[in-house]
Protein backbone atom coordinates (compact mmCIF):
# COMPACT_ATOMS: atom_id res chain seq x y z
CA UNK A 1 0.00 0.00 0.00
CA UNK A 2 1.21 3.55 -1.16
CA UNK A 3 1.75 5.91 2.40
CA UNK A 4 1.35 9.50 1.34
CA UNK A 5 5.27 9.90 1.29
CA UNK A 6 5.15 7.21 -0.99
CA UNK A 7 2.58 8.10 -3.44
CA UNK A 8 4.16 9.04 -7.03
CA UNK A 9 4.77 12.71 -7.13
CA UNK A 10 3.85 14.76 -10.78
CA UNK A 11 6.71 16.34 -12.80
CA UNK A 12 6.61 20.10 -13.29
CA UNK A 13 7.01 21.11 -16.82
CA UNK A 14 9.84 22.52 -16.22
CA UNK A 15 11.44 19.66 -13.77
CA UNK A 16 10.57 17.23 -16.97
CA UNK A 17 12.38 19.71 -19.54
CA UNK A 18 15.62 19.57 -17.63
CA UNK A 19 15.48 15.84 -17.02
CA UNK A 20 14.79 15.60 -21.21
CA UNK A 21 18.26 17.46 -22.04
CA UNK A 22 19.97 15.93 -19.49
CA UNK A 23 18.99 12.60 -21.55
CA UNK A 24 20.61 13.87 -24.98
CA UNK A 25 23.92 13.83 -25.90
CA UNK A 26 26.10 16.24 -25.13
CA UNK A 27 27.37 17.65 -28.70
CA UNK A 28 23.08 18.15 -29.28
CA UNK A 29 22.70 20.22 -26.16
CA UNK A 30 25.35 22.42 -26.72
CA UNK A 31 24.53 22.39 -30.66
CA UNK A 32 23.95 25.56 -31.98
CA UNK A 33 24.53 27.95 -35.37
CA UNK A 34 27.92 29.21 -35.96
CA UNK A 35 29.24 31.54 -38.64
CA UNK A 36 32.08 29.96 -41.31
CA UNK A 37 34.38 31.69 -44.06
CA UNK A 38 35.47 29.72 -47.31
CA UNK A 39 39.18 29.90 -46.89
CA UNK A 40 39.50 31.93 -50.51
CA UNK A 41 43.43 29.97 -50.57
CA UNK A 42 41.51 26.50 -50.56
CA UNK A 43 38.24 27.70 -52.79
CA UNK A 44 38.39 25.97 -56.32
CA UNK A 45 35.20 26.67 -58.60
CA UNK A 46 35.32 24.91 -61.83
CA UNK A 47 33.03 24.85 -65.07
CA UNK A 48 32.47 22.68 -67.88
CA UNK A 49 30.13 23.00 -70.52
CA UNK A 50 30.07 21.09 -74.28
CA UNK A 51 32.23 22.90 -77.26
CA UNK A 52 30.28 21.70 -80.78
CA UNK A 53 30.01 17.97 -79.57
CA UNK A 54 33.79 17.49 -79.62
CA UNK A 55 34.88 17.80 -75.97
CA UNK A 56 33.99 19.51 -72.74
CA UNK A 57 35.38 22.75 -71.94
CA UNK A 58 36.85 23.01 -69.08
CA UNK A 59 37.75 26.29 -67.11
CA UNK A 60 37.41 27.86 -63.32
CA UNK A 61 37.02 30.90 -61.87
CA UNK A 62 40.18 32.42 -59.97
CA UNK A 63 38.52 34.69 -57.61
CA UNK A 64 35.55 34.06 -54.79
CA UNK A 65 34.42 34.46 -51.00
CA UNK A 66 31.91 33.16 -49.08
CA UNK A 67 30.29 32.98 -45.87
CA UNK A 68 27.35 30.76 -44.24
CA UNK A 69 25.55 30.30 -41.07
CA UNK A 70 25.06 26.98 -40.00
CA UNK A 71 25.41 23.81 -37.07
CA UNK A 72 27.02 20.68 -37.93
CA UNK A 73 25.14 18.83 -35.39
CA UNK A 74 21.54 19.33 -36.59
CA UNK A 75 22.60 20.19 -40.64
CA UNK A 76 20.78 23.21 -40.06
CA UNK A 77 21.75 26.11 -42.24
CA UNK A 78 19.82 29.46 -41.66
CA UNK A 79 21.74 31.47 -44.38
CA UNK A 80 25.13 31.55 -46.35
CA UNK A 81 26.31 33.93 -49.62
CA UNK A 82 28.83 33.08 -52.39
CA UNK A 83 29.98 35.72 -54.69
CA UNK A 84 32.29 35.21 -57.58
CA UNK A 85 34.25 37.74 -59.82
CA UNK A 86 33.24 37.13 -63.35
CA UNK A 87 36.57 38.58 -64.23
CA UNK A 88 38.54 36.11 -62.95
CA UNK A 89 36.96 33.14 -65.42
CA UNK A 90 40.08 30.98 -66.70
CA UNK A 91 40.20 28.55 -69.02
CA UNK A 92 44.14 28.60 -70.31
CA UNK A 93 43.29 30.77 -73.61
CA UNK A 94 43.40 34.45 -73.74
CA UNK A 95 41.05 35.30 -77.15
CA UNK A 96 38.30 32.47 -75.28
CA UNK A 97 38.51 34.03 -72.08
CA UNK A 98 38.27 37.18 -73.31
CA UNK A 99 35.18 35.98 -75.17
CA UNK A 100 33.80 34.24 -72.46
CA UNK A 101 33.93 37.46 -70.20
CA UNK A 102 32.51 39.81 -73.03
CA UNK A 103 28.72 40.86 -74.10
CA UNK A 104 28.17 36.79 -75.48
CA UNK A 105 28.50 35.25 -72.23
CA UNK A 106 29.40 37.17 -68.54
CA UNK A 107 29.21 40.84 -69.33
CA UNK A 108 31.88 41.06 -66.28
CA UNK A 109 31.96 44.96 -67.14
CA UNK A 110 28.40 45.47 -67.08
CA UNK A 111 27.64 42.49 -64.45
CA UNK A 112 30.98 42.42 -62.03
CA UNK A 113 30.02 39.86 -59.92
CA UNK A 114 28.24 36.00 -60.15
CA UNK A 115 26.05 35.57 -56.49
CA UNK A 116 24.86 32.92 -54.62
CA UNK A 117 22.64 33.17 -51.83
CA UNK A 118 22.29 30.34 -49.84
CA UNK A 119 18.08 29.62 -48.42
CA UNK A 120 18.81 26.40 -46.87
CA UNK A 121 20.08 22.59 -46.38
CA UNK A 122 18.36 19.53 -46.53
CA UNK A 123 20.20 16.72 -45.06
CA UNK A 124 20.17 13.15 -46.75
CA UNK A 125 17.74 11.22 -44.37
CA UNK A 126 19.78 9.40 -42.07
CA UNK A 127 23.08 11.00 -43.50
CA UNK A 128 23.86 14.37 -42.62
CA UNK A 129 27.38 14.56 -44.68
CA UNK A 130 24.93 14.32 -47.65
CA UNK A 131 22.42 16.79 -48.53
CA UNK A 132 20.65 19.36 -51.03
CA UNK A 133 21.92 23.03 -50.81
CA UNK A 134 18.83 25.05 -52.24
CA UNK A 135 19.42 29.13 -52.97
CA UNK A 136 19.71 31.40 -55.72
CA UNK A 137 22.08 32.12 -58.40
CA UNK A 138 22.28 35.50 -60.13
CA UNK A 139 24.00 36.46 -63.46
CA UNK A 140 23.27 39.29 -65.80
CA UNK A 141 20.86 40.71 -63.33
CA UNK A 142 18.43 37.37 -63.68
CA UNK A 143 17.76 35.54 -60.54
CA UNK A 144 16.66 32.03 -60.73
CA UNK A 145 16.37 28.89 -58.05
CA UNK A 146 19.29 26.27 -58.35
CA UNK A 147 19.83 22.94 -55.69
CA UNK A 148 23.42 21.69 -55.47
CA UNK A 149 24.38 18.47 -54.32
CA UNK A 150 26.51 18.53 -51.45
CA UNK A 151 29.16 16.52 -49.60
CA UNK A 152 30.74 17.51 -46.12
CA UNK A 153 33.84 15.50 -46.40
CA UNK A 154 35.23 16.06 -43.16
CA UNK A 155 34.71 18.30 -39.92
CA UNK A 156 37.33 18.49 -37.46
CA UNK A 157 40.40 20.69 -35.90
CA UNK A 158 42.65 21.50 -38.94
CA UNK A 159 45.74 19.80 -38.32
CA UNK A 160 48.11 22.52 -38.53
CA UNK A 161 48.64 26.67 -39.14
CA UNK A 162 45.08 27.96 -38.30
CA UNK A 163 43.87 25.23 -36.23
CA UNK A 164 40.35 26.30 -36.32
CA UNK A 165 37.38 23.94 -36.49
CA UNK A 166 37.12 23.37 -40.34
CA UNK A 167 34.62 21.88 -42.57
CA UNK A 168 35.81 20.43 -45.86
CA UNK A 169 32.90 20.35 -48.46
CA UNK A 170 32.16 19.37 -52.57
CA UNK A 171 29.32 20.70 -54.11
CA UNK A 172 27.72 20.58 -57.83
CA UNK A 173 24.98 21.18 -59.91
CA UNK A 174 24.38 21.59 -63.63
CA UNK A 175 22.55 24.59 -64.90
CA UNK A 176 21.04 25.82 -68.09
CA UNK A 177 22.81 28.93 -68.82
CA UNK A 178 20.21 30.14 -71.63
CA UNK A 179 18.26 30.52 -68.73
CA UNK A 180 19.83 33.47 -67.40
CA UNK A 181 19.82 35.34 -70.82
CA UNK A 182 23.40 33.42 -71.48
CA UNK A 183 21.97 31.80 -74.82
CA UNK A 184 25.15 32.42 -77.39
CA UNK A 185 25.92 29.36 -79.67
CA UNK A 186 22.75 27.27 -78.52
CA UNK A 187 20.61 27.14 -80.87
CA UNK A 188 22.84 26.15 -83.78
CA UNK A 189 24.72 23.56 -81.39
CA UNK A 190 28.04 25.31 -80.71
CA UNK A 191 28.49 25.82 -77.07
CA UNK A 192 25.83 23.55 -74.98
CA UNK A 193 23.32 25.37 -72.83
CA UNK A 194 24.01 22.68 -70.04
CA UNK A 195 26.81 24.29 -67.63
CA UNK A 196 28.63 21.78 -64.91
CA UNK A 197 29.42 23.31 -62.00
CA UNK A 198 31.72 22.28 -58.87
CA UNK A 199 32.71 23.71 -55.79
CA UNK A 200 35.45 22.82 -53.69
CA UNK A 201 36.43 24.80 -50.18
CA UNK A 202 37.48 25.01 -46.85
CA UNK A 203 35.52 26.69 -44.54
CA UNK A 204 36.20 27.87 -41.27
CA UNK A 205 34.27 28.23 -37.87
CA UNK A 206 34.31 32.34 -37.37
Same mark, same amino acid.
Not at 12 to 40: G, Q
Not at 42 to 50: D, K, L, M, Q, R
Not at 172 to 178: D, E, F, K, Q, V
Given at each position: ?14 ? @? ?17 ? &?????? +? ?24 ? $?????? +??? $???? %? ?19 ? @? %? ?5 ? #? ?25 ? #? ?9 ? +?????? #? ?38 ? &? ?13
Amino acid at each position: MLTENTKPQLLSPTL @RALLWLTALPASLVMAEPA &DWEIDS +EHFSIVFEAEHIGYQQQMGMFLEGSG $EFRYDP +ETG $ELSG %GRVEIAAESLFSNHDDRDEHL @R %GRDFLSA #NRHPLIVFAATGYTPSTGDMAHGTLSG #NLTMLDETHPV +ELDVII #NKHAEYPFGHREETLGISASTTIMRSRWGMDYGVSNDMVG &DAVKLRFEFEAIRQ
